[in-house]
Nanobody
Framework: QVQLVESGGGLVQAGGSLRLSCAAS????????MGWFRQAPGKEREFVAAISWSGTILSDSVKGRFTISRDTAKNTVYLQMNSLKPEDTAVYYC??????????????WGQGTQVTVSS
């Protein structure tokens, strides 16, 4: 089992930055792919970014603005979000799956953290 706890969400003005953290327990994240997803009101959950030993991937909508990284010593994954836009407003979820980086098929999920970007 993997337990995931997100933090770092909040309210920010357009153009601002936030850094989300996802602390994992129960397994060593170096063996897992860790992903970030988001869900805006009335919309389906969508892939944002993922990282594993096999590399990193980002959705086209956040490339050049968001960066995903991890600290294996702390068993924590980060999502640095810069140049935020109102359309980035959503609940952001951390997820984990064994194996290589992927845009889908995650087994474990956190509770989510709200990010609100005001115009």
């Amino acid at each position: 089992q993997v337990q995931l706890v997100e933090s770092g969400g909040g309210l920010v003005q357009a153009g601002g930055s936030l850094r989300l953290s996802c602390a994992a327990s129960g397994r060593i994240i170096s063996n897992y792919a860790m992903g970030w997803f988001r869900q805006a009101p009335g919309k389906e959950r969508e892939f944002v970014a993922a990282i594993s030993w096999s590399g990193t991937i980002l959705s086209d909508s956040v490339k050049g603005r968001f960066t995903i990284s991890r600290d294996t010593a702390k068993n924590t994954v980060y999502l640095q979000m810069n140049s935020l836009k109102p359309e980035d407003t959503a609940v952001y979820y951390c997820a984990a799956r064994p194996g290589a980086v992927s845009r889908a098929n995650y087994n474990y999920w956190g509770q989510g953290t709200q990010v609100t970007v005001s115009s």
